[in-house]
């Protein structure tokens, strides 16, 4: 759950879905609504490319409150966004919500260059570890 659901979060559910090898299900959706139904940002769709996942498929779509039941665990981009969520969703899904690198946030690539990008990526994916660890 990010901002708009158009340059980390599609990476996040791609990378997160591959490495729990069916075993978990991963949705995404941003707080705005901004990028509705488009694909994802071209320069993380290459930089996705890059490491091995399709974000083709993906599009944009808003958070909303039948999501965040839903899931088990609700990860944020960064603390903003988190504190968003916060308030959203209230005290009942309090014990699901966390900042997707745990301490830290993910930058945000969004207007810098293809490198930007591609390290963010790269951050993203290897913060799938976190989340699911080394599955064979």
């Keep these: 759950m990010w901002l708009g659901n158009y340059c980390r979060s599609p990476l996040a559910q791609a990378a997160l879905a591959h490495r729990g090898r069916g075993a978990v299900a991963v949705r995404t959706a ?3 609504s901004k990028w509705q139904d ?3 940002h071209p320069s993380m769709t290459n930089a996705a490319r890059r490491l091995g996942h399709d974000l083709t498929p993906h599009r944009a779509q ?3 409150l039948e999501m965040l ?3 088990d ?12 969520l916060e308030a959203v969703s209230g005290e009942r899904n309090a014990h699901k919500r966390s900042r997707y690198l745990g301490d830290r946030d993910v930058p945000d690539p969004m207007g810098q260059s293809d490198d930007t990008f591609h390290e963010c990526a790269v951050l993203v ?3 799938t570890l976190l989340h699911l660890g080394r599955r064979p």
Excluded: C, K
């Design 125 to 127: 994916e290897a913060g």
């Design 38 to 40: 488009r694909p994802a």
């Design 62 to 64: 808003q958070i909303n």
């Design 73 to 84: 665990d609700i990860l944020a981009m960064g603390a903003a966004v988190l504190s968003t």
């Design 69 to 71: 039941e839903w899931a």
């Design 30 to 32: 941003g707080l705005i």
